[in-house]
């Protein structure tokens, strides 16, 4: 069986400054804290630029490129892994403005953030009869606005349904409006599966 090249890379990248440190006759329990030294830095810069990566496109980017973020197009799928939180959060462009959306089977609507609507440049509207939504801090009164084509990795879902609300706060949610659309989506593992109609190419 043939080594991976990520870990032969990985076992070079510790081997050298080993070496060298041993070379110079450094006592083996300061080369010890060295390296946990080294260690401690190096996971905490990839925890800021996974974290960071949520609001900033720029460190996405970056953090793609690491193979830190939750979300990965394979073939025609797109897979999203499960947060520490819990719950599924899927990287979304409402237009072309970039969000970090909620996947909630439980929602029947996807649901935005009044600063969402407006940073997309959205046109909310008041329903013709007052749209009132249960949810977990209880009954709210939503507005109803429509967005022409809202990206997720490979899946477009254009001309979709969404409610507005300030009482949602900073959160956005993908709801079943959404879901609905898809030729599946499953859940395996840690592993929320969706599976579009027609897989887009972005790159």
């Not at 329990?29 to 905490?44: E, H, P």
């Not at 980017?61 to 959060?89: C, M, P, Y």
């Not at 749209?131 to 254009?158: E, F």
């Amino acid at each position: 069986m043939s080594a991976h090249p990520d870990a032969l890379i990985y076992a070079l990248l510790l081997v050298l400054p080993i070496s060298a440190l041993i070379a110079r006759r450094v006592p083996l329990v300061r080369v010890l804290v060295m390296l946990t030294s080294w260690g401690v830095l190096f996971a905490l810069l990839l925890f800021v630029v996974a974290e960071r990566g949520r609001f900033d496109p720029y460190m996405t980017r970056i953090a793609s490129a690491l193979k830190l973020n939750n979300q990965d197009v394979t073939g025609a799928e797109v897979r999203i892994r499960l947060a520490a939180d819990g719950h599924f959060w899927a990287d979304v462009r409402v237009g072309d403005v970039r969000r970090r959306m909620l996947i909630d089977s439980g929602a029947t609507v996807t649901a935005l953030s009044t600063d969402t609507a407006s940073a997309a440049g959205l046109k909310v509207e008041k329903p013709m009869f007052p749209l009132l939504i249960q949810t977990a801090n209880g009954q709210i009164s939503a507005d109803t606005a429509t967005v022409g084509a809202l990206t997720l990795g490979n899946v477009v879902a254009r001309d979709l349904p969404v409610v507005v609300s300030p009482a949602f706060g900073d959160t956005d949610v993908l709801g079943m409006n959404f879901l609905s659309r898809l030729k599946s989506w499953r859940v395996e593992g840690n592993t929320l599966i969706l599976t579009p109609h027609h897989p887009q190419d972005f790159t």
